[in-house]
């Protein structure tokens, strides 16, 4: 028997309403933080626009199950996208339940755009094209190698150009050095050809990175590697040392490396 036109109404009403209660629940943010990044940037990518996992998430979805060091709760959602795509994320994200904050969006917009999750009083930030906090890193150059966070080089980069560290970066950078390999591909490997290139255009980037991949030789207060840990990060800091000494180095390179810390080789990250 065909079904009438009462039954049929019926039918088309309920699957209207499961498609709103789908995407509904696709719009609110999840308590998770992890979970939380990774439905941001499955929507937003669904939605055809380009989005990738940095910060502290990033390293815990590239190092889980290989090494668990003390570090500090996550509590940010920071994010990479291409350049000139401000105005479509910040629609994108309204949808997804993040209130932008306008007077910052404003500024900053260009490079920088800033939300919230207003129900758990959680940061989510996007990074523009670049990565400015120290230095500055073409962090967006490179997005379409990985489905989900920045590429492992680019990663261990936001970390090396910290200025005044703290034990979380160390043990953040010690987690993503234990966990992957350095060589000249990316994928699970860490790129230190990428690392190399982007030290020998820029002293001061240099100088900052391989201060920090010597402190990487020793451990914080608040944890020690075991023997076989140190091992593997020793020969990976090595080589990627190696790599930047090797590499040939720009004539701005050069010329800046004359002054040295006679001038100020950084930038102070602005706090926000």
């Keep these: 028997m065909a079904p009438t036109a009462c039954a049929i109404a019926v039918a088309t009403h309920a699957n209207v309403v499961a498609v709103r209660q789908e995407s509904d629940e696709a719009s609110r943010p999840v308590e998770d933080i992890v979970d939380e990044a990774r439905r941001v940037v499955a929507e937003v990518m669904r939605r055809g626009a380009v989005l990738r996992i940095s910060g502290g998430v990033a390293f815990h979805l590239r ?60 940061k989510l930030e996007v990074f523009l094209g670049i990565f400015t906090m120290c230095h500055q890193l073409p962090i967006a150059r490179r997005l379409y190698l990985e489905p989900e966070t920045i ?53 001061g980037l240099h100088h900052t990175v391989c201060r920090t991949l010597d402190r990487l030789g020793l451990d914080p207060p608040s944890y020690r590697l075991s023997a076989e840990e140190r091992t593997l990060v020793d020969a990976r800091v090595q080589r990627i040392r190696q790599a930047i000494d090797l590499h040939p180095k720009t004539l701005a390179w050069r010329l800046r490396s004359k002054i040295g810390e006679r001038l100020i080789w950084y930038v102070q990250p602005e706090e926000i």
Excluded at 85 to 114: C, I, P, Q, W
């Design 63 to 122: 190092v889980r199950d290989h090494v668990t060091l003390p570090r500090a709760p996550l509590n940010d959602i920071d994010l990479v996208a291409p350049a000139g795509t401000d105005r479509r994320l910040v629609r994108l994200l309204s949808t997804l339940g993040y209130d932008g904050e306008k007077a910052f969006n404003a500024h900053h917009g260009a490079t920088r755009l800033m939300f919230w999750d207003r129900a758990r009083e959680r």
């Design 151 to 203: 590429p492992l080089a680019e990663l261990l980069l936001t970390k090396l150009q910290i200025v005044e560290l703290n034990e979380k970066d160390l043990a953040d950078m010690h987690m993503l050095l234990v966990a992957h390999d350095v060589g000249s591909a990316d994928g699970e490997t860490i790129n230190l050809d990428l690392i190399a290139e982007l030290c020998s255009a820029d002293w």
